[in-house]
């Protein structure tokens, strides 16, 4: 009976594993990180501004109402193509932001992010 019980046990385990219940941790609610993001429009500010205000001027600029941006990803899009895009768009709100007075308060401590418009003003 108990090599039933240890045998039941281990192959409870083994397909508990390999089907990859229980290992994907935070990656299984679609969320791989362990704190919840903060959307990029927290990296703004402005003296005197409220957080409505940021946000409608976020949204006059193209992103979204939380905080974010999107671009419509076309079936003749490639991989480099959409990220092109991206970018295109951020750079974009990044410079509405800036004419509109914001300050950018987010990071520019690598090569990527100091060559955005928000980072090399």
């Known amino acids: 009976m108990k090599s ?8 409870f385990f083994q ?8 290992i994907g941790g ?5 969320n791989p990180n362990l704190s919840e993001s903060v959307p990029l ?12 205000d940021l946000t409608q ?3 006059e600029c193209g ?4 905080g974010w941006y999107y671009v419509e990803r076309s079936p003749s899009d490639t991989g480099q193509s959409y990220h092109e895009k991206t970018n295109l768009k951020y750079d974009a709100i990044q410079r509405c932001m800036l004419t509109k007075g914001y300050r ?7 090569s990527i992010l100091q060559a955005t418009p928000a980072c090399n003003k």
Not at 4 to 11: A, P, T
Not at 15 to 22: N, R, V, Y
């Open 57 to 59: 001027g976020w949204v």
């Open 4 to 11: 039933y019980f240890s045998l039941g046990c281990v192959l």
């Open 41 to 52: 429009r927290a990296d703004w500010q402005k003296d005197s501004s409220s957080t409505a």
């Open 63 to 66: 992103g979204d109402s939380k």
């Open 104 to 110: 950018y308060t987010g990071r520019c401590d690598n």
């Open 15 to 22: 397909a508990f594993i390999l089907t990859g219940c229980g």
């Open 26 to 30: 935070f990656w299984m609610n679609g």
